[in-house]
Every structure is written in C-alpha cells, then in structure tokens.
C-alpha cells in the first residue's frame, strides 16, 4: 500500500473530516468566549496596547507551535523547544553583538541553530531508536546547559544595535501591526501549504497513520522523519530571534515552559497526540486561545503562580479531549 494511498483513506473517513472541522469549532468557540469573558472583567483587556501584547505575545508561542504540530502529526513530541529558542536567540546575541557581525548573519546562525538542534533530535530518535520524549528531554538539558555555558550565564543585549529590536517590534507602513505579528501569520500560511500540498506534508501525515505501512510502502520513513524534527527545530530557531529582537536582549534562562504552551496549542487545535491528523489553523486557533489567557489572568491581576496552575489545567483538559476523540474515532 503507498503512502498516498494511505493518506487518502484517512482523509476519506468521514469522522475524521467532521472531527477536525468540530475541534476548530469548538476551539474558536472558546476564543470567542474567553475574549467576552475578560473583556466584561476588566475595561483595560481590549485595550489597542494590550491586543498588540496579545498578539506579540502568540507570535512567539505560535511559531514554536507551528513547528510542533509537524512533530505531533507523526506522533512523536519535542519538549526542546522552549530552552533550543533561548539557544537560538544566545547565538545570535553571540554573532551580532560577540562578533559584531551583520544583524542578518546573526538572524540565519540563530535560525540554523534550532534546525541543527532538530536534525540532531531526529537523528537520535532514527538512528539510535531512542523514544522521543526521552531525546528531545535530553536535547532540552543540552540546549539548556549549551545557553548559558556560551553566555556565560549572562544576557546578551543588543542595545548598541537599534535595529535589531525593529525585526520584531517595528511596525507596518500606516499601522500599528508589528512585524513579529506578520512573520507568525507569514509562516502559518507557509506551515498550512507545507502540511496539506506538499509531499513533505502527505508523508508526515502517512508516518502518523501508520509508520509500518509507510515504511513497507518503500518510503524511507527515517529520513522524512529527520526531515520533520529539522523544520520543526527552524521554526524554533525563528521563534529565537523573534524573542530575542523583542526584548532587545537574548536571555539564556528564558524559554523552559514555552515547549508546554506549544504542545497545548497544538493539541487545543485539534492536532492528535497519536498522530496521523492535524491543522495549521487549529494550531493557529490553540496559540490566540494560550495567549489571550495568559494576557486575561495578568490582567485580572492574578497571581503568577496560579496563573501556572491555570496552564497546567488547560494542558489536561486538552489531552482529555484528545483522548475522548481517539475513543469516538
């Protein structure tokens, strides 16, 4: 059987055309309600600065979660992403302020830092056959011990750079849009042809469905599934710099936490933790609904610890609803 073949009789199946139409749904739904929700708790939610936070805020979840979904399609997880951003985002401190090289230099090292971290988690998990929860968890200690080794445990700003800060934080022409807002929804578009019109996508989704077929259909499931942890590390290697250019410092202790947001935005969208299904706009849906609640609880002046609480509610509440949609299916 041939992995096209494969993928078409997944996408035949009625549920699970309703079910990922439903889950969008049902997600948007809750964006909707979460907006009505704060917006009558607090007068200063949709305020034009705090929708601008909002949104500079999901630019960086959001393309992580991009990254993510790629990975969770084809079954697999990456809890790196979070520490392989702030790896990111260190080596570009390095580039461009260490070695006072280009700003655009800095921007490709730090892109191509996160893309090697991902081949090098793809690697591990093909070739040595280790699961990948268990190497991207060490990829996460690595890049960790890796950021503040070369930082020497101090943030790198960029203050003698002024137009660093303008690759996120510098607005559209005649609008208040910052750029960082247009690169998320940028590679949103790129991520959605990428999964859904390209062979790339149809044998993510393939290794998802079934990766034995796959592999007995004669598709070199090993390389493809390097191939997927790579762009998923680019994306993170791009949230890097998005964050760093944003706070206008690259900060080594940032980023841990971040990977469980993604994962949570991935699966809010409906992406299975089981694989083999997926969509870029449910992820797109999952990081707004991530960030607006986040952005309502400090808002509402709650406490960052609960806010945490309230993270780690939401994470639960979506695996549970994967799970309750594996079970129907």
Wanted: net charge positive.
């Amino acid at each position: 059987m041939k992995a096209d073949t494969i993928i078409e009789e997944h996408t035949k199946k009625k549920f699970n055309v309703s079910g990922n139409t439903i889950q969008q749904l049902l997600a948007f739904s809750s964006l909707i309600v979460l907006v009505l929700f704060f917006t009558i708790a607090s007068p200063n939610f949709l305020q034009t600065d705090n929708i601008i936070g909002i949104f500079l805020s999901t630019s960086v979840t959001g393309i992580l979660a991009l990254g993510a979904t790629f990975v969770i399609v084809t079954s697999g997880i990456d809890l790196s992403v979070g520490t392989v951003m702030a790896l990111s985002s260190v080596m570009t401190g390095m580039i461009v302020v260490n070695a006072d090289l280009p700003i655009m230099v800095g921007v490709v090292g730090g892109i191509a830092t996160g893309a090697f971290c991902g081949f090098i988690c793809g690697l591990v998990i093909t070739k040595l056959k280790i699961p990948p929860f268990v190497a991207t968890l060490a990829m996460m200690m690595i890049a960790k011990g890796l950021a503040l080794v070369i930082s020497k445990a101090s943030p790198i700003y960029f203050t003698d750079k002024p137009n660093f800060s303008k690759i996120s934080l510098g607005t559209l022409p005649g609008t208040s849009i910052p750029y960082a807002v247009v690169i998320f929804f940028a590679l949103g578009i790129i991520a959605a042809i990428l999964l859904s019109k390209t062979v790339f996508g149809r044998f993510t989704i393939a290794i998802g469905s079934n990766e034995e077929a796959t592999r007995l259909s004669g598709v070199n499931v090993d390389r493809w599934k390097i191939m997927v942890y790579s762009v998923a590390g680019l994306f993170t290697g791009i949230a890097g710099v998005i964050m760093a250019s944003r706070l206008n410092s690259a900060q080594p202790a940032l980023g841990q936490g971040y990977e469980l947001e993604a994962i949570a935005a991935v699966v809010i969208g409906g992406t299975s933790l089981s694989g083999g299904k997926g969509t870029i706009v449910g992820t797109l849906i999952g990081a707004l609904i991530m960030s607006v609640l986040t952005n309502g609880l400090r808002v509402l002046s709650i406490p960052q610890e609960w806010q945490t609480v309230v993270v780690g509610v939401v994470i639960i509440f979506a695996v549970f609803m994967d799970i309750l949609r594996r079970r129907k299916e």
